[in-house]
């Protein structure tokens, strides 16, 4: 078994009873034991980029230290206006910087989308991707998760009701762990000189 990956969970709703941490919180109950998946707080103030110096606020810092050691990111967010809600977006931007150094970059990563329509919120999730282009996150393409209707799988206690998703889930997180270990690059230990 491949050793203990740590997964940043980015939910992309600050809604008590979200859909979307109760979906990422199933996922992560039927994926592989050794993924384990830490839910960060993105409720962070707005970036604003004369901030962003050698002493940025210190719930910025907080959000890049808490993303920092993380071998992957799950992104789980609800669709907005077609879109990535702007809470998720200026986590991403906060911890995209300092330019080159962003806490994101290069990081494996998948990302479900949820919604209460039956869409599965399909452009946040490829809002997102194209964000994650950029950031060079390697992104698992398939399964896609584009989770329509929540309300008919998963209870409002956020268990799974329905054996077909939790299939899927199961085969997502199997998946996600796969390409964890494809594309992480892995550190080389130290030679002696
Ligand atoms: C400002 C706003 C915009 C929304 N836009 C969309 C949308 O474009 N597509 C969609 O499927 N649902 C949309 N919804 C509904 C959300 O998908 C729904 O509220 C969902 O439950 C939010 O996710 P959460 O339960 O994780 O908070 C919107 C909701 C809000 C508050």
Redesign the pocket.
Known sequence: MPSQRDVAVL?????Q???????AEAAASVAPAYLKFRFVDIAVSLYNQDLDTDTPPADWKRLRDDIAPADAVLF????????V?GVLKNAIDIASRPYGKGVLIGKPAAVLS???????????NHHLRQVAAYLDMPMLQQPEMYL?S?QNFLSASGEITQDATRELLTKFGGAFADWIERVSVRKQPERGR
């Open positions: 939910v992309g709703s600050l809604r009873e979200s859909w979307n941490r109760k979906a789980a967010t609800p669709e907005y206006n077609r879109s809600p949820v919604s209460v329509g039956q869409i599965g919120g399909f452009g946040a329509g929540v």
